[in-house]
C-alpha cells in the first residue's frame, strides 16, 4: 500500500507543471474558443512558481506542499483558475493535516474537500462546463484508483464538449460556447494523470 509522502507530492507538482508546460498551447488554443486566450500562460506562470517554491524551500509534510503550491498559484495566476486551483490545493493541503505521510485514502478525503472547496467558491456544479466537469469525477473515481480518477477526469473534460458554459468568461458566449472543450476541465485531467504517474 502506497504512503505518500512530501516528497511525493512535490513529484506530483513538478510532473503537473510539466504536464502543463507541454500542454500549454493546446490550454490557450481552447480557451481562444471560448474565452481570452491566457489559460495556458495562466497556468505555465502559476506551476513555474511552484515548482520554484517547492525546490527553494520545500515543505516537510505532504499538506504542507500543497498548501504552498495553492499559495502560490493564488499570488502569481491572475485570471479566474488561480484562486480555483489555489484554493483546491490550498484546502486539500489543511484537510492533510501535519502528518509526515499520508494513505490514498487520507489523499482522496483531502482532495474531495478541495474540490468541494472549488465548487462554493466559484458557485459551479458539475454540468457548467468548467474544470469542475473533471475534478468532479476524477476524485470519486480516486475510490477506486489512480487510474481509474484519471480516465475519470479525462472522460469528464471532453464531456464538457457539448455543455452550455453557465460560469465564467465561456457564460458570456451562451450557446456558442456549445461545441468547445473548457480549458479549466483539460487542465484539472492534467492533473489526475500527473497524480496516476506518480502514484505508480
Ligand atoms: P480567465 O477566465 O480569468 O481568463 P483562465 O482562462 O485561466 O481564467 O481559466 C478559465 C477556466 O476557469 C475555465 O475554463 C473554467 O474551467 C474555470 N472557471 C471559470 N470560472 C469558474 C467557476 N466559477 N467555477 C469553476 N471553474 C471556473
Ligand atoms: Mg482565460
Ligand atoms: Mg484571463
Do not use: C
Amino acid at each position: 500500500k502506497t504512503a505518500f509522502d512530501a516528497a511525493l507530492i512535490v513529484r506530483w507538482m513538478t510532473v503537473s507543471a510539466a504536464a502543463v508546460d507541454r500542454e500549454a498551447g493546446r490550454l490557450t488554443e481552447l480557451d481562444a474558443a471560448i474565452g481570452d486566450a491566457d489559460h495556458g500562460s495562466n497556468m505555465q506562470r502559476g506551476f513555474t512558481a511552484v515548482v520554484k517554491a517547492l525546490e527553494t524551500e520545500p515543505p516537510a509534510t505532504p499538506g504542507a506542499v500543497l498548501i504552498t503550491a495553492g499559495r502560490q498559484l493564488i499570488s502569481t495566476v491572475g485570471g479566474a483558475s488561480g484562486p480555483l486551483y489555489g484554493t483546491l490545493l490550498r484546502r486539500s493541503g489543511k484537510g492533510l493535516g501535519e502528518a509526515p505521510q499520508v494513505t490514498a485514502e487520507e489523499l482522496r478525503a483531502g482532495l474531495q474537500a478541495g474540490v468541494e472547496a472549488v465548487a462554493r467558491l466559484g458557485g459551479a456544479a458539475p454540468g457548467d462546463k468548467t474544470m469542475l466537469d473533471a475534478l468532479a469525477p476524477g476524485v470519486e473515481a480516486l475510490a477506486v484508483s489512480f487510474d481509474a480518477a484519471a480516465e475519470a477526469a479525462e472522460r469528464g473534460a471532453l464531456a464538457t464538449v457539448p455543455m452550455l458554459a453557465r460560469k465564467g468568461r465561456a457564460s458570456y458566449l451562451g450557446e456558442r460556447s456549445i461545441g468547445h472543450q473548457d480549458p479549466g476541465a483539460t487542465s484539472s485531467a492534467l492533473l489526475f494523470a500527473a497524480l496516476a504517474e506518480v502514484a505508480k
